[in-house]
């Protein structure tokens, strides 16, 4: 699972970019998209973030729709290159059956286009990943040490708007 944070607030110019807290709407996308899990009943064992503040409370409004997962924050996600985030997602230990992981485009819309080489949402998902979407991506027959290019399914693809 790729989640990009949500929508952060800009009302204090002042404040370094991985200080910016998330907006009003931020906040409410983010509940939409912790109701979607929760009724999807998905629950990632590892959930990786950046330590960047709006991926930090975008973590702390959808944890509440998650089983108690294990919970990674990574300085090295934010604003990390879909390589980066490859080779992160190749470390993770091979009993690992599903990873959340929360962090910033460019580099999550280039690892999930990276990755994915089929799945009708793709091409929604060129356009545009905007932020509180969530990309589900499986991975058939492939171990995480061995994910390369074009190895997963993007299996869904829902933007905040979409959700009630």
Known sequence: ???????SSWSD????????????????DTKRVAEHLLRLG???ELVLCSTAERTRETLALVRPGLVPP??????????????????RLRAVPE??????LIGHNPGLQDLALL???????????EAKFPTAALATL???????????????VLTAFVVPKRLN
């Open 1 to 7: 699972y790729l989640l990009r944070h949500a929508k």
């Open 70 to 87: 294990i919970v990674r924050l990574e300085v090295g996600l934010y604003a990390a290159p879909a390589d980066k985030l490859l080779e």
């Open 115 to 125: 990755i994915a080489s089929a799945g009708t949402e793709l091409e929604r998902l």
């Open 42 to 44: 998905i629950e990632p």
């Open 138 to 152: 499986t991975l058939p027959r492939i171990t995480w040490r061995r994910l390369s290019e074009g190895d997963a």
């Open 95 to 100: 009993q690992v059956v599903s990873v959340l």
């Open 13 to 28: 110019p002042t404040l370094p970019d991985r200080e910016r807290p998330l907006s009003r709407r931020g906040r409410r």
